[in-house]
């Protein structure tokens, strides 16, 4: 059984970088063909994708947050990190890791951190 878990901090202040891990224990981040995503869903609407790492560690982000964007991993940890630089009250979110499967299934999801940006 994968099990994904979000920590970071819930309240950034605007301007500043939001950053997240994930941690993911049952299985390796390096296991072909899955993918590791980070997806938010802001207050009222709904799931937006951020951005992915593969297994072989490639990247892949949103066309509209990509300039703000990084995710990276440590395999000794077995983990994967968000980076989004130069926060606004409008990335105020719940924001969800997930594992995409080689089918583009998303089977496994953590519990979901909410981040606020607020001075």
């Known amino acids: 059984q994968v099990q994904l878990q979000e920590s970071g901090p819930g309240l950034v202040k605007p301007s500043q970088t939001l950053s997240l891990t994930c941690a993911v224990s049952?299985?390796?981040?390096?296991?072909?063909?899955?993918?590791w995503s980070w997806i938010r869903q802001p207050p009222g609407k709904g799931l937006e994708w951020i951005g992915h790492?593969?297994?072989?560690?490639?990247?892949d982000y949103s066309s509209s947050l990509e300039s703000r964007t990084s995710i990276s991993r440590d395999t000794s940890k077995n983990e994967f990190t968000l980076q989004l630089s130069s926060v606004t009250p409008e990335d105020t979110a719940v924001y969800y890791c997930?594992?995409?499967?080689?089918?583009?299934?998303?089977?496994?999801w953590g519990q979901g951190t909410q981040v606020t940006i607020s001075s």
């Open positions: 790492i593969a297994y072989s560690g490639s990247t």
């Open positions: 997930a594992r995409v499967g080689p089918r583009d299934e998303y089977d496994y």
């Open positions: 049952g299985g390796s981040i390096t296991t072909n063909y899955y993918y």
